[in-house]
């Protein structure tokens, strides 16, 4: 079989999951293009055309708690972080989650982060928003007493002693197996947030994470930001079409004077599509519509 109509199924087969920018890059080496001829940062990265096309506020899914579960890097997640193939921790955490949706007074979402063992991040440990707690080294025998006793009942979870966590979290999507835009902008973004901490001293209070599929590919470099507001409310800010330069933007004046980038922001966890819509609009309102 030629390698032209290898690809040829591979973009138009019904039962293989392939994301919107794979297919492009596809179509592109069907055309007679080479892998290394094609500009990544042009078809994946912050200069492809998508960038800053499409209306950000409004586009997060309603939701109340978000988990992170640390799990390995980025470069050995499968594009279905809870495929039973790989590590069954995700996969068994998705499931309980799903079976107890109709007990759970909070909508709860979970994405994959980065985790190393023998580290501050060690693989297992759940962090959970905006409760701003972590349970460290979660194993496949105690996910269901873990949702029961955590998510479901609100109380300590015995096997492991819970942690408050202090400062901000920055999580960005670098989940190049689902999608190369995320592939090819979350790396960057992080490399970028942490010399931009490390300029401004801010270790040990400000941590960024590369984390899984969060949803809107295209809205690549996307970023979620759990910081205390004035009020020492924590809430989940998401951005989207983040680039390098953003970043310096975000850490000043997200995070250090709790100031929203409204041209950047999705939406907010806690708030429904059309109540981020309204809180965009009365923001702007506020700001004489910049």
């Known amino acids: 079989m030629s390698c032209s109509l290898l690809l040829h199924r591979q973009i138009t087969g019904s039962n293989l999951f392939i994301p919107k920018s794979q297919k492009l890059f596809l179509r592109l080496l069907q055309r007679g293009y080479s892998s290394t001829s094609i500009d990544a940062s042009a078809v994946f990265g ?24 640390r799990c390995s890097s980025p470069g050995v ?4 972080v809870d495929s039973a193939e790989w590590d069954p921790l995700p996969g068994l955490l ?11 007074t909070k909508r709860t979402r979970l994405t994959i982060c980065e ?41 300590e979870w015995l096997p492991g002693a819970v942690e408050t966590l202090t400062g901000s979290y920055v999580f960005v999507c670098a989940h190049g197996s689902r999608d190369r ?19 401004r001293g801010l270790q040990g209070q400000v941590s960024v994470s590369p984390c899984s599929h969060i949803g809107g590919h295209k809205y690549a470099g996307n970023v979620i930001v759990f910081s205390p507001n004035a009020n020492g409310e924590v809430t989940g800010h998401w951005y989207g079409y983040v680039t390098p330069e953003d970043v310096p933007t975000l850490l000043d004046q997200h995070i250090g004077k709790g100031e ?7 939406g907010q966890m806690g708030l429904s599509e059309e109540e981020q819509k309204k809180a965009q609009e009365h923001r702007l309102q506020m700001n004489g519509g910049t």
């Not at 209306?55 to 992170?68: C, E, S």
């Not at 592939?183 to 300029?199: A, D, H, S, T, Y």
């Not at 929203?260 to 999705?266: G, P």
């Open 94 to 104: 998705s499931a309980a989650l799903k079976s107890r949706t109709e007990h759970l």
């Open 77 to 80: 997640w499968p594009s279905r």
């Open 115 to 155: 985790g190393e063992d023998g580290t501050e991040s060690s693989n297992g440990d759940v962090l959970i928003f905006p409760e701003m707690t972590r349970y460290r080294h979660l194993t496949h025998f105690d996910v269901d007493d873990f949702v029961e006793e955590v998510l479901v009942k609100e109380t």
């Open 46 to 69: 912050f200069g492809r055309a998508e960038v800053g096309r499409s209306p950000l506020a409004g586009t997060v899914a309603g939701y109340d708690r978000h988990l992170f579960l």
């Open 181 to 199: 835009r995320c592939g090819v902008c979350g790396p960057v973004l992080v490399k970028k947030f942490k010399e931009e901490i490390n300029l």
């Open 260 to 266: 929203i980038i409204s041209h950047l922001w999705r």
